[in-house]
């Protein structure tokens, strides 16, 4: 284990060592305020052969190969630094494109094998320490890793401090205009920023793993969410909770040990909990999702492919897996009624549903003309900000046992088009 794990943020004193020359390294630093001097051993005696400030990243060789640092470290200044441990770097590297570690392996054996022949080509003593940007990475591309890690960080205890909560959108029948089920959507209410989108925290979950985290307690929440709200359905169909899933979930082996532990503890029937997954997602490993869809229809699961038509991914794929529910991506809906093609397009997918015995959801109705659009070429289901806004679980209860659904004919009537 690494001794500081991603993200900490760790201070040193004007002479204090940051790595020691020969010793083995576990962590690469950013440096956040301060500066500090590159150091190797010449016959005894060390000898500065280079300085780094703010922005500097230091000691990546070691945490990349496992071997010894090839210099010390040492702050000039009191200095603040950003830590990346080796266990996270690995894990994001595992997963990485394989000609990309390859490539990054080689650059990196070369260069050590550079450094061992011509000793070492760094900054001289005197370089601009404001600029150390050329020699390591441009500044964009440091920020975005930056920011990353510092929503990684944040998020990790966010997890482990409850600020991440469920709210619950209708998914409506547009036959009967009863509320059908829900889907279970995460906000992130951080203490100072407020509350911080899906769209901010899920990618970086999602390339971090903590998605994996993120998935068992939205599973978690959502059986707590259907026994709450169960009692306002009207009878008829199961009342669902539609839960938002990651391939990365599917690569755990033990991933179905995991959901149906969670099933089980809260006694939820998996008839009331439908399971949505990306078409882009689905297609990045098509053959870990299906072989886990799969399970999951046979635990009695619904599985819906959520944003569908975004995944430009051929649609042989999809009497292979185990579907029973495609969304329409909301992109289509919004120019549905301004572009020819977005109708053409919302009309085939329902008919491609319906030949194949799927189930259609068409999401982000916010305009009546939409519903009463999607009603006419017999869409089965609407989600949209039009029937309800995603909110929490005490509001989305009074909404159901209250629910009287908007009136699209009336508004059709009294001007739509
Ligand atoms: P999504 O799964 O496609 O969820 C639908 C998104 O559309 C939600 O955004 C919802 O608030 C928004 N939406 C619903 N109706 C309308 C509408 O009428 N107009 C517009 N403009 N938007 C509408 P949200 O909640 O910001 O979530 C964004 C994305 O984050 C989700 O897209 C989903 O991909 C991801 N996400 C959210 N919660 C989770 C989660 O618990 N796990 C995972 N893996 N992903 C999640
Ligand atoms: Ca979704
Ligand atoms: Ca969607």
Redesign the pocket.
């Known amino acids: 284990m690494s001794t500081y794990e991603t993200g900490a943020i760790k201070s040193l004193k004007a002479g204090d060592l940051l790595m020691q020359e020969g010793e083995s390294g576990d962590c690469a630093y950013i440096i956040e305020t301060g500066s500090v001097e590159i150091l190797i051993d010449r016959d005894g005696v060390p000898q500065v052969i280079g300085t780094r400030g703010a922005g500097a990243l230091l000691g990546e060789m070691a945490m990349i190969d496992d071997q010894p640092r090839t210099a010390s470290v040492r702050a000039i200044e009191d200095c603040s630094v950003l830590v990346i441990s080796r266990e996270d770097f690995a894990r994001r590297t595992e997963s990485a494109d394989p000609i990309l570690r390859m490539v990054t392996k080689v650059i990196l054996t070369r260069y050590r094998d550079m450094l061992g022949r011509s000793q070492l080509i760094v900054t001289p003593p005197d370089a601009d320490l404001a600029d150390p940007a050329d020699l390591e990475t441009d500044q964009e591309l440091r920020d975005l890793a930056v920011n990353t890690i510092k929503i990684y960080h944040e998020l990790k205890h966010a997890l482990e401090n409850n600020e991440l909560q469920l709210y619950y959108?209708p998914i409506v029948d547009l036959e009967t205009c009863r509320i059908a089920g829900f889907?279970?959507?995460?906000r992130w209410i951080h203490p100072e920023k407020g509350m911080i989108?899906?769209?901010v925290f899920?990618p970086v979950a999602e390339e971090s793993g903590l998605?994996v985290e993120?998935?068992r307690w939205?599973l978690d929440e959502s059986c707590k969410a259907v026994k709450q709200l169960e009692p306002f359905s009207d009878g008829g169909a199961p009342l669902f909770v539609s839960v938002?899933?990651?391939v990365h979930d599917f690569s755990d082996q033990d991933f179905l040990h995991h959901v149906t532990t969670i099933m089980e503890k809260n006694g939820t029937d998996p008839a009331h909990i439908h399971l949505?997954i990306?078409e882009s997602l689905l297609m990045e490993k098509p053959h870990v999702a299906k072989e886990a869809l799969e399970k999951c229809r046979d635990y009695g699961f619904e599985i819906s492919i959520?944003?569908f038509g975004t995944g430009y991914s051929s649609l042989s794929y999809l009497h292979s897996f185990p579907i029973d529910t495609l969304k329409i991506d909301?992109s289509f809906i919004r120019s549905m009624l301004a572009q020819h093609s977005s109708l053409q397009l919302v009309k085939s997918i329902i008919s491609l549903a319906k030949n194949l015995e799927m189930r259609v959801i068409a999401?982000?109705?916010?305009h009546p003309e939409e519903a009463a659009a999607l009603r006419e070429l017999d869409c089965e289901y609407c989600?949209?900000?039009?029937f309800a806004k995603?909110q929490p679980l005490e509001e989305a209860a009074a909404l159901l046992q209250n629910w009287t659904p908007p009136s699209y004919q009336a508004d059709k009537a009294a001007g739509g088009k």
């Open positions: 959108q889907e279970a959507l995460a989108s899906p769209g899920i998605i993120i998935s939205a938002n899933f990651s949505e990306t959520d944003d909301q999401e982000g109705i916010e989600q949209g900000f039009w995603p």
